[in-house]
């Protein structure tokens, strides 16, 4: 071991002991400040100490010479939660380990597997398809202290911290009902919320865009909010609109967040785009105005997008306001242009009153149908939404790829894009999308990249470059083979790329985007930091050589360069090994 500036204690004549030795490395300690020379001793699923040790000693001993340690990564937005009771998700998710993550933060956007009623499984299985396994998701379970029983009796790959999704009460509660709360409805989310938070959740996620909380108002987020206020724990919001009314969805929350006194937390914070000026990248239009983009520079691109999102801009100001009046605010992002959902979001609205079925018939009928399309034709939302046909977002486009496809008749369309689809089907975006729908039962998701990697990279560095933005994935379909890069090298992109290549920021704050700061957002007590007493969630990373190896291109490969990862003390990538068995993940519980 080498002497360390990291700890104030000289330790040179000390003998320590444990069950695994770092000795050699530079510990980047997940706080952001420089990195320096240290030993790391781990007992058990705790870090025993940190500093100097020459004379330590242990069964295992990693020489880190040449390498990063730091804390594990926390991914702080994924849909995971859905997908984590499968027995296969170990090695389906090897992605996460072999780009240093070890904690996975779920429950977003209004969903969670829990708690969950019998009467709103299938809904849940219908409108989320895409979290879960191909091969289906039994729901075992109806509280959340079930659910999180049932992932630590049958082993986790990852840590897990879940949100308990305000859509998922909503649904409980009321079903798909396109109305505000009444006042027993609103008494049995709260109930329903308390018992999942003193159970371990960590706070509660809204899904404003989505259905049913679409229906919701105001209100009903700030009664619920009155409950995260009694245990502290932060509120997660997918906004209600990330379009032209994008400002006024965040000051809703914002307004949510300052009157019960609690965190709250600004899910993929990157709306704004005017309705009808979603960019689709095959058209020749599309591709002159990157290939001018390209030869202008990043600046001329940033200020481009900056003067088509306004909404974006005005969020920002109440966002600093805000924090200026002491509301704790925080938010996550992906380091691409890339967007994905499930394609019955892309609906009008009053579609869904009456639940899925009823949305399925209303699409079979012609004529309703051609009201629907000549909505989504027509649309521009407004605030509030639940004046003006409850429309938050209204986006379609033909350079959406679908997934999710179950009848062997429409196998062949899987990642296809829904114009090439129209074109073979003879018919346009609109029917096209409806019929799918209709055959698929609901249960089919888009992908959205932009593809010009140059304009993405530009514009995704932009958006994660502020220092309360921590790193998230947000992936869909885990199951399929989707094209989309963000599961395979979000935080090794960030290292490498924009860190150590573009000096964008340098690597410990690149570190802490990923660890102590998501911690810190979401409330997780001893994780995201190296220092003595925290659990022992490690990844080690070669400095020179860690990066992301996934592209638009080519979606579907391993980061390079995280050469070791422990969760709780446990190795599960060793020199570049990766181990699907020793499932050390734990439920990560409120503090």
């Not at 404003?208 to 245990?231: N, W």
């Not at 200020?303 to 909404?311: E, G, L």
């Not at 150590?500 to 570190?511: F, I, K, S």
């Not at 659990?535 to 592209?551: E, K, L, Q």
Request: charged share 25%; with cysteine.
């Amino acid at each position: 071991g080498r002497g360390s500036d990291l700890d104030g204690d000289s330790r040179d004549e000390c003998m320590m002991t444990g069950d695994i030795l770092i000795e050699n490395g530079t510990v980047m300690d997940g706080t952001g400040k420089p990195g320096g020379p240290a030993d790391v001793i781990i007992r058990g699923d705790r870090i025993e100490d940190v500093g100097p040790f020459p004379e330590a000693s242990a069964p295992r001993v990693i020489d880190a010479r040449g390498m990063v340690v730091a804390p594990g990564f926390i991914d702080s937005h994924t849909h995971l939660d859905f997908f984590l009771p499968s027995p296969r998700h170990p090695e389906v998710m090897e992605r996460w380990a072999r780009q240093g993550v070890t904690t996975l933060v779920t429950g977003n956007c209004g969903f969670s597997p829990a708690p969950i009623s019998p009467g709103s499984v299938e809904t849940v299985r219908t409108y989320w398809n895409f979290a879960l396994p191909r091969d289906g998701l039994s729901f075992e379970w109806s509280s959340m202290s079930e659910y999180m029983d049932c992932l630590a009796r049958n082993g986790l790959a990852y840590n897990t911290a879940i949100f308990t999704g305000h859509n998922v009460l909503r649904l409980n509660a009321m079903g798909v009902g396109a109305r505000a709360s009444n006042r027993d409805e609103m008494a049995a989310m709260k109930t329903m919320l308390r018992d999942s938070l003193e159970a371990g959740s960590i706070g509660l996620s809204v899904g404003l865009m989505y259905c049913p909380g679409c229906f919701s108002r105001t209100e009903e987020i700030a009664e619920l909010g009155s409950v995260l206020a009694d245990f502290g724990a932060p509120l997660a919001a997918h906004t209600r609109g990330m379009s032209e009314t994008y400002d006024e969805a965040v000051g809703e929350v914002i307004h949510v967040a300052e009157r019960c006194h609690i965190p709250l937390q600004l899910s993929h914070h990157a709306g704004g785009a005017r309705t009808g000026t979603m960019m689709n990248p095959t058209t020749l239009k599309m591709k002159l105005i990157c290939l001018l983009g390209r030869a202008m520079g990043e600046r001329f691109v940033i200020k481009s997008a900056r003067q088509a999102t306004p909404a974006y801009d005005r969020a920002q100001e109440l966002i600093r306001q805000a924090a200026e009046r002491g509301v704790m605010i925080g938010h996550d992002m992906m380091p691409w242009m890339c967007a994905y959902t499930t394609l019955l979001a892309m609906l009008p609205p009053r579609l869904y009153a009456g639940g899925m079925d009823r949305v399925l018939e209303r699409l079979s009928d012609p004529e309703t149908r051609e009201e629907a399309i000549r909505e989504k034709r027509e649309a521009v939302p407004q605030w509030p939404p639940w004046d003006h046909g409850w429309w938050t977002d209204n986006w379609l486009d033909g350079s959406f790829y679908l997934s999710g496809f179950s009848l062997e008749q429409n196998l062949g369309y899987e990642n296809v894009r829904l114009q090439d689809i129209a074109a073979d089907r003879g018919t346009d975006l609109y029917h096209t999308a409806m019929d799918l729908i209709v055959e698929e039962e609901g249960r089919i998701f888009f992908v959205y990249t932009l593809d010009d990697q140059t304009i993405s990279d530009w514009i995704g560095a932009s958006l994660i470059s502020d220092p309360e933005c921590s790193i998230m994935t947000d992936i869909v379909g885990v199951d399929y083979p989707i094209p989309a890069p963000t599961s395979y090298g979000a935080f090794t992109k960030v290292l490498g790329q924009f860190a150590r290549d573009e000096g964008r920021l340098t690597q410990e704050e690149a570190v802490r985007k990923m660890t102590s700061l998501p911690a810190r957002q979401m409330n997780l007590k001893d994780r995201g930091v190296v220092r003595k007493g925290a659990f022992a969630d490690i990844t080690i990373f070669d400095p020179d050589t860690v990066g992301n190896c996934a592209s638009f291109e080519n979606p579907q490969q391993f980061s390079a360069g995280i050469e070791h990862v422990m969760i709780n003390g446990t190795p599960v990538l060793q020199e570049g090994r990766y181990d699907a068995h020793s499932l050390p993940g734990a439920v990560v519980k409120r503090s």
